[in-house]
């Protein structure tokens, strides 16, 4: 079973930079959607950026142009570079992972990692 940890999180200033990275484990094949998804207090869990095994994105609007998703095709650590924060983008950042993905979407993958928090200030 794919484990997933996070790192990276904390804060920062409205208009400052975090880079989040996550580093799975027990990666058994290639053929694996990742993405990041956060939760902010009182609000349902939403997909930031998810990235296919053939290299492929998919960003949500609120994001488009400030936030980055890439991965380490060796070691196969995700990441999100996030620019030009916002107050509105505080909340619990999520890694997650599903095993032979074949559509670029947001929903509920597999495997989930522990979350790490990222706290916007005005």
């Known amino acids: 079973q794919m484990q997933l940890v996070e790192f990276g999180g904390g804060s920062v200033q409205a208009g400052g930079s975090l880079r989040l990275s996550c580093t799975p484990s027990r990666y058994t094949h290639s053929r694996y959607c990742m993405g990041w998804f956060r939760q902010a207090p009182g609000k349902e869990r939403e997909g930031v950026a998810v990235i296919k095994w053939d290299g492929s994105t998919k960003y949500a609007d609120f994001v488009k142009g400030r936030f980055t998703i890439s991965q380490d095709n060796v070691k196969k650590t995700l990441y999100l570079q996030m620019n030009s924060l916002k107050p509105e983008d505080t909340a619990m950042y999520y890694c997650?992972?599903?095993?032979?993905?074949?559509?670029?979407?947001?929903?509920?993958?597999?495997?989930w990692g522990q979350g790490t928090q990222v706290t916007v200030s005005s």
């Open positions: 997650a992972a599903e095993p032979f993905c074949e559509t670029l979407e947001f929903y509920e993958y597999t495997y």
